[in-house]
């Protein structure tokens, strides 16, 4: 690989703009001779002023981790498939950005012309036993593969890289993307978004990260259901005046007030966000900009 | 440490909800040792019908990184003080839960009863040179310590753990209280959270991870600027209308939108959603709600 060339016994490295330094091993290692050139490379960067040295480690090259943590190189955050070491230069302190913190999830209020809403009883996790009809949920899919992450962070150097590989990679998923396949993926119902009705932060949900937990409105496009096996328990279309009023969304506070909202959106009293498509600043991308029109 | 009590050779691991197991190491412990526990632990517990197996090792004990993973198991997330290493016992796909997947951001909106808006100018990051005035943004805050958040994972058989190690940790923040924050770091003007205007979801902004940015609407609480000299280069009160016609602003779809929102809500004729604290359903924690009053 291009970024692992050894010149004078020092990684070749890539910039950042943040006059940090990016090295990723992509070739077997004696974890010796990685220490000697770690070495070699920190003092150089160090006379060239710069500040953070981010290390990539696929889990293949897990050998040398022990050695890079023994040269004072902490964890930034790991995939499956690799490990992120960070070390920082300067005698100030850091700046390295911090890792992701949240993970989102969703709940579709799939709402028919009778004023039905698409409910389902899961099998496992915190309602399983409980009898109650809820709505579909699920966590927004994240980006499965690693490698672009990283070399999409030197295509100023390595515009080849990024093309590469780039075609193969999955993006992470937008919300309102989420919320129609979950619906299709746990009761067979096709769906489009409409609007975003509400949302809920919690914190220390799963390994210490935080939690966004988006509702949708969904349009249904089908009404027969094929309900998923494994996960649901049972599936049915059911008032939304029954759903609101049953003990369990009575007696917890923010599933009652969730509730109130889809009953003030079936009655066209409640206005949420949709979404437009929009060009960003710095880059060609579009995102979903979600907003009360 | 309790969870790490050895027996019979085997690790004690604590349950999880999900048929999982999960090991601490928080004592120094030679690879081979290790290996021939870890062995002999998983031979156990696919006995007992157990599907993940979690091993939380702290950075200290890297040394044991490697037989981990030569032992089949997989990096699951990583923090600057451990790596939470995963294996999967049954023949099935795995069901092993994602990363977190979001960073999430906030830009804060912070407009006088002269229709003024708090605009800054940074000195460094994307708008480096542009000499465009921009609102106030930054990163919320996440956990920094990770030893509750695992423990908290094995409350059910681990009470004393979860006590022991409640009250020195840090909880991550609410989006309404970093936008505070934020806006008093940069400028030094306090202000109060007002109401969520719109947000927008991107993809691939950091290490192939997802980003959310939430504009805030803040009602300022005092008037006299200090700003933040390490981070901004100037800091003004400035006409709306007058951020709103920077030619960056109406240039880019995303900033031109946002501007007019925001001068919508100037004139009052814009929704947003304000927060509500609620307790949640499966525990004690009070959350906000974010939703169209």
Redesign the interface.
């Known amino acids: 690989m291009a970024n692992l060339l050894e010149i004078n016994g020092v990684f070749e490295a890539d910039e950042d703009a943040?006059d940090g330094v990016k090295v990723q091993i992509n070739e077997p290692m004696d974890s010796n001779h990685f220490v000697t050139m770690l070495r070699a490379s920190i003092s150089q960067w160090r006379i060239q002023g710069k500040r953070g040295v981010w290390i990539k480690l696929p889990?293949d090259h897990?050998?040398l981790?022990?050695a890079a943590?023994?040269e004072g190189f902490?964890?930034?955050?790991?995939?499956?498939?690799?490990?992120?070491l960070v070390y920082w230069i300067p005698e100030i302190p850091h700046t390295i950005?911090?890792?992701?913190?949240?993970?989102?999830g969703i709940g579709a209020l799939v709402m028919n012309d009778n004023g039905e809403v698409l409910v389902v009883q899961e099998k496992?996790g915190?309602f399983k036993g409980t009898g109650v009809w809820k709505m579909p949920t699920g966590?927004?899919?994240?980006?499965n593969?690693?490698f672009?992450?990283?070399s999409?962070?030197f295509v100023i150097n390595c515009n080849k890289i990024l093309t590469k590989s780039k075609s193969s990679k999955q993006?992470?998923e937008?919300?309102c993307v989420a919320a129609v396949r979950e619906v299709q993926e746990e009761t067979g119902i096709k769906a489009e978004f409409i609007e975003l009705?509400?949302?809920?932060?919690?914190?220390?949900s799963?390994?210490?990260?935080?939690d966004?937990f988006f509702v949708c409105m969904l349009n249904p496009l089908s009404y027969k259901i094929q309900k998923q096996d494994s996960e649901i328990k049972g599936a049915q279309w059911m008032d939304m005046e029954e759903y609101a009023a049953q003990p369990?969304v009575k007696k917890?506070?923010?599933?009652n007030?969730?509730a109130e909202?889809c009953l003030a959106k079936k009655k066209n009293k409640?206005?949420?966000?949709s979404k437009?498509l929009?060009?960003?600043?710095?880059s060609a991308?579009k995102?979903?900009?979600?907003?009360?029109h």
């Open positions: 943040y889990i897990a050998n981790v022990n943590v023994k902490w964890y930034h955050h790991a995939e499956p498939t690799y490990l992120m950005p911090a890792n992701a913190s949240h993970r989102v496992n915190a966590v927004v899919d994240e980006v593969d690693d672009e992450s990283f999409y962070l993006q992470g937008d919300i009705l509400a949302f809920r932060q919690s914190h220390k799963f390994f210490g990260k935080s966004l369990f917890h506070e923010m599933f007030k969730i909202i409640y206005n949420g966000f437009e929009m060009t960003s600043a710095f991308k995102n979903y900009l979600y907003f009360n």
